[in-house]
């Protein structure tokens, strides 16, 4: 008896997924993808070509018999070896994932049940294959009673033996087919139902909804090649006792496993194909300045100004609403004025509240101006309490009985050592000449200028980045009044008509990876640029970096075809008051303008939205398909900007290779022989 080449097929399908290529390339890449399951299957083969040559019946004598016997559990070892050496870090990050999606999902009763037996029976496979390994090194301590029950349990028509595993395996991922069970629906289908709904998914795995998807594959893919590989040892022992031929059994099991594996690779493909491949990060648990978040700082701000203030003559003949846009000319008096840090900017969108009011003003050294506003009226601007500077009474006056000098609040555009609101312009690429690749993105702030910060690492066969290599390089360490360092080219400086930041998912052409990340401006907006390389995934090399490189952008403006469109932000309030979670509320192709926080709630005294400054990177390192910048937040709160990475597409490399037939692998083990 001869095994089938399902082995071949099953393993190279799984190596398909955990190691992505092209899909014109199909043919080299599945050259050497089935380097490894030519040689568990030529071992295989070898095994029952020694199971073969002798019949093992009960005439043999014992020396013999324990010899082949041993031979046959040498192959056993050397098959788990094989396996072990190839998925040790991938079946640490499907597990990973089984638990993750298991804990997560507790909302949705139908797949927590399912997540829960699922992780149940594949804990179930690795134990008896832990058992058949600890068997097979303990193998000359053994009674022979020993393992030839544990062959029959293997191979055992029971639900809880492997072969029943592998079949309740089977119909928990992909469901019932039959017209009386049709309702019953499959694990990957209700988790690919279920993504868009659990996006935190995303946050607590660190790996985008394809790669969830691609991880529970690889953990049923596993279970299902050790379970393949026990049975077959298991007829092979039981066959050395003379407990019969199974021939038969072996076709049987080989014609259903292909079945399933056909099956399972059909939902794959359809589920994976509308999986998004986004990697983000979900707000913190506690939000800490510097290492979760960072802000501008003061680029638009609330100031109390008098009218006589803001007009070369010092009259008050004007209201506030006349000045939409001014400045602060003098200190009428030296009144409040005197007792507050002077706008040395422009004055924007002035508006009357009431005449007299309390003012409760910051700290010094806090970038806030004021706490809060009590006006006479009742009506109170922030969130007001015990004011720990002490409150200043402001009265606005009358000149002369006919021009009232009313006390405006307006907002303050103001550069100062505490108007935190430049961007570096600066790119950051990773060392293509070492062969590395961006695999990681978070922002930074350094010397007051914001940065784009990458993860870089050294590109390998099929998408996967050497995990020892990776390491975040430093950004470009330059300050604002550096000798030679310039607004508009080094960096951008923001004020109340250039404030918006793009919005924007850039994906690379197919078979290009991204190398290279910077901001720009076109017009008055900050825009992404993300540069792309060739790269050849069955090698893992970039093709000829400084040729094939080049930047990718969304050109788009408000005048465009295709227009973007704005996030507008109503009444915000500080994005870390939020009380429940950010969640995205933007797409690709729109736009949102840095402003001041709501009067009423704030005072206006915070930039918002805030900038997101987690470590965005995947738990898996893979070469990275694109990259983008969106807005999440919550109703009535500011919200964070946030930096997303786009993973490498596996969905299209799910493909069952060409294999040769049994006679041609028969050939294959004779010649090797």
Not at 148 to 170: K, P
Not at 564 to 592: A, F, G, W
Request: aromatic share 10%; with cysteine.
């Amino acid at each position: 008896m001869l095994i089938p080449n399902s082995v071949v097929f099953y393993t190279v399908l799984f190596l398909s997924v955990c190691m992505p290529y092209q899909a014109e390339a199909l043919i080299d890449d599945v050259v050497e993808v089935l380097k490894l399951g030519k040689d568990i299957t030529s071992t295989l083969l070898e095994t029952w070509n020694l199971v073969e040559q002798t019949n093992l019946g009960g005439g043999v004598e014992l020396p013999f018999r324990k010899e082949k016997q041993k031979k046959i559990l040498n192959k056993i070892n050397e098959v788990s070896r094989k396996i072990n050496n190839f998925e040790d870090d991938t079946l640490k990050a499907a597990s990973w994932t089984v638990d993750s999606v298991t804990t997560f999902i507790g909302s949705n009763t139908k797949l927590e049940l399912k997540m829960h037996d699922l992780s149940d029976l594949l804990n179930r496979i690795q134990t008896q294959d832990d058992k058949m390994q600890s068997y097979v090194l303990n193998y000359n301590d053994l009674e022979r009673f020993t393992l030839e029950n544990f062959a029959q349990w293997i191979t055992a028509q029971d639900t809880m033996s492997v072969q029943g595993l592998l079949e309740r395996i089977h119909l928990l991922t992909t469901g019932s087919t039959d017209l009386e069970n049709i309702g019953n629906v499959g694990v990957l289908q209700l988790l690919a139902d279920n993504m868009e709904e659990a996006q935190n998914l995303v946050c607590i795995s660190k790996q985008s909804a394809q790669q969830v998807l691609f991880q529970m594959y690889n953990a049923i893919s596993i279970a299902e090649l050790k379970g393949y590989a026990m049975m077959q040892f298991s007829w092979m022992i039981l066959r050395t006792y003379g407990k019969g031929n199974f021939t038969k059994e072996s076709h049987l099991m080989r014609q259903r496993f292909e079945d399933r594996v056909q099956k399972t690779q059909s939902l794959m493909r359809k589920v994976m194909e509308r999986a998004d491949r986004s990697v983000w990060r979900c707000d913190p648990r506690h939000h800490i300045e510097g290492e979760t978040f960072i802000t501008v700082t003061r680029l638009l701000q609330g100031y109390i100004e008098n009218e006589v203030d803001m007009n070369n003559d010092n009259t008050c003949r004007e209201n506030c609403a006349a000045y939409q846009f001014s400045e602060s000319y003098s200190c009428y008096k030296e009144l409040f004025c005197a007792r507050q840090p002077k706008c040395n900017g422009k004055l924007l969108n002035c508006q009357f509240f009431d005449s007299d009011m309390w003012i409760c003003p910051s700290k010094p050294s806090s970038n806030r101006r004021y706490e809060f506003i009590e006006y006479e009226n009742g009506r109170t601007l922030g969130k007001s309490g015990v004011c720990q500077t002490g409150s200043t009474k402001v009265d606005s006056w009358w000149r002369w009985l006919f021009w009232h000098c009313s006390y405006c609040l307006c907002i303050c555009d103001e550069q100062s050592v505490k108007s935190d609101r430049y961007f570096n312009l600066r790119e950051a690429t990773s060392n293509i000449s070492a062969n590395r690749v961006i695999t990681g993105l978070r922002f930074k702030k350094i010397n007051r200028i914001i940065h784009i910060q990458i993860q870089e690492g050294e590109l390998q066969a099929r998408g996967f980045v050497n995990a020892s290599t990776l390491s975040w390089k430093p950004v470009s360490d330059y300050k604002l009044l550096d000798r030679g360092i310039r607004s508009g080219l080094d960096y951008h400086t923001m004020s109340w008509d250039k404030r918006a930041i793009d919005l924007d998912n850039l994906v690379a052409p197919k078979s290009h990876v991204v190398t290279g990340i910077r901001l720009r401006v076109v017009g008055t907006h900050l825009n992404l640029e993300i540069r792309v390389t060739e790269a050849d995934f069955t090698t893992g090399r970039l093709i000829d970096p400084e040729q094939t490189s080049f930047w990718k952008s969304n050109d788009n403006t408000e005048s465009s075809s295709d227009k973007r469109t704005p996030i507008k932000l109503k009444n915000p309030d500080i994005p870390i008051l939020c009380p429940s979670q950010s969640e995205i509320d933007s797409v690709s192709n729109q736009y949102i303008e840095f402003t001041h926080t709501d009067l009423d709630r704030d005072v206006g005294q915070t930039t918002v939205p805030y900038i997101d400054a987690q470590d965005v990177i995947s738990r898996v390192p893979v070469a990275l398909s694109g990259a983008g910048v969106y807005h999440k937040g919550k109703t009535n709160y500011g919200g964070f900007i946030g930096l997303k990475l786009i993973t490498y597409d596996f969905q299209p490399h799910i493909l069952t290779p060409r294999l040769a037939d049994e006679a041609e692998d028969i050939k294959i083990v004779n010649l090797q022989k």
